[in-house]
């Protein structure tokens, strides 16, 4: 089991509505990035949300994911996620950047897509049908591993058109392209991802066992895919959730039982009205004032909640993950009523005594998947012109007859 960061942008209360917050919140969640990259975390994930005031203020993960890239070495950066309407954003955007990423990241990018996660979100570029992305994502998705390959690529489909041949530039980086994955959160969707050979992302908005029967079916649908929608199958399932470990129990407990433990979550009901959710969920402005006492934070533990504890305590809770069979777990960090000093503690602690008693692999399981590549498609569709260039400049990484400068 594998193990990453999630970073959405979370800036509650008034401070949503200061600048000088905002910054000082950005400026943090950077760091959370890269020190996880110091401790053995595999993955830094990068929410995409628009106009979700408190909730999320990450509206553009890629210049982030850029900066933080440049102060990494091993973590890989990913979109969670990419949502694919083209009246969002021409499907070509999304190729060039997600080649762009895979460049400047040396490989370490991950595309998570979606639908959008909410009517709020969606409204602001004058999308008001929210099942209308369904399918756009579903068309988007598919042509955009043909723009990584072809050369000349030209559409003509129900929700967006390349009219005539263009060359998509830049092309992914070596051999492959990023890891293709989609947001999770109606049990259909599961089976499609399975199907399609991309990997999915499960958010627990519920007890983290009720996802086990829909990440069955995405084992089953990956197991059945003989012809994945890119260049190789992503066979991996991620699931978020919470956690507090740190060196003593007792301070780890302590912030568990802080005031208004279930704020985000709150947000979270308020705003992602495409995700199922239980009828005792509180939608923002109702709030959980907090897990309550010791006897409560105990259920939640069993219930699979969170994780909360001292390392070895956590790494035994960590085991019913992997009996669920959850590849990769993800922390939302910050959660709820945690100082900025004490998620950096926690991801040292966790990430130099948990993540070595289960992801005993240096390699990332989706680098592994990606060694596996093959092209799909011809790298031209169509008659090539025959033209002949006399010469080319004397900066010219490759020459005519084929010499490489470099």
């Not at 499609?192 to 066992?209: K, R, Y």
Request: proline share 8%; charged share 25%.
């Amino acid at each position: 089991m594998e193990f990453g960061v999630f970073i959405n942008g979370y800036l509650p209360g008034p401070a949503s509505r200061d600048t000088d917050a905002e910054h000082l919140m950005l400026e943090r969640e950077i760091e959370i990035a890269i020190t996880a990259d110091r401790y053995n975390w595999k993955y830094a994930w990068f929410g995409e949300h628009h106009a979700l005031t408190e909730y999320s203020h990450m509206s553009a993960p890629e210049p982030v994911m850029g900066w933080v890239a440049a102060r990494t070495e091993r973590i890989h950066i990913g979109t969670a996620i990419n949502s694919l309407s083209p009246r969002k954003e021409h499907p070509v955007r999304y190729a060039e950047r997600a080649a762009m990423m895979d460049h400047l990241t040396n490989n370490r990018f991950e595309w998570g897509t979606g639908r959008g996660a909410g009517s709020h979100e969606m409204a602001s570029f004058n999308i008001l049908d929210k099942n209308s992305t369904k399918p756009e994502w579903n068309e988007v998705v598919q042509e955009v591993p043909r723009m990584w390959e072809q050369r000349d690529y030209m559409f003509e489909g129900e929700h967006f058109t390349v009219p005539s041949p263009h060359n998509i530039l830049p092309k992914p980086y070596g051999k492959g392209h990023p890891p293709i994955w989609v947001a999770c959160g109606n049990p259909g969707t599961f089976t499609t991802a399975g199907e399609m050979g991309i990997g999915a992302i499960a958010f627990n908005f519920e007890p983290v066992f009720s996802l086990k029967g829909r990440i069955d079916a995405y084992k089953e649908g990956v197991a059945a895919c003989t012809d994945p929608i890119g260049q190789f199958k992503n066979d991996n399932v991620m699931i978020t959730n919470s956690v507090i470990c740190t060196s003593d129990r007792k301070h780890a407990r302590e912030i568990a039982l802080r005031q208004c433990r279930g704020y985000l979550y709150s947000m979270v009901c308020l705003y992602h009205d495409t995700i199922p959710k239980p009828d005792y969920a509180p939608t923002w402005p109702e709030t959980i004032s907090g897990v309550g006492d010791e006897e409560s934070l105990d259920r939640l533990i069993e219930g699979g909640w969170l994780l909360c504890g001292e390392p070895d305590e956590v790494a035994e809770q960590l085991s019913r993950y992997q009996e669920v069979g959850a590849d990769q777990l993800v922390f939302g960090i910050p959660s709820d009523s945690v100082a900025h000093e004490e998620v950096l503690e926690m991801l040292e602690v966790f990430g130099t005594k948990v993540i070595p008693q289960f992801d005993k692999d240096p390699v990332h399981s989706t680098t592994r998947y990606r060694a596996t590549a093959k092209p799909k498609f011809p790298e031209f569709a169509y008659p090539v012109p025959d033209i002949e260039v006399p010469a080319l400049p004397t900066n010219a990484l490759i020459g005519l007859d084929g010499t490489r400068h470099f």
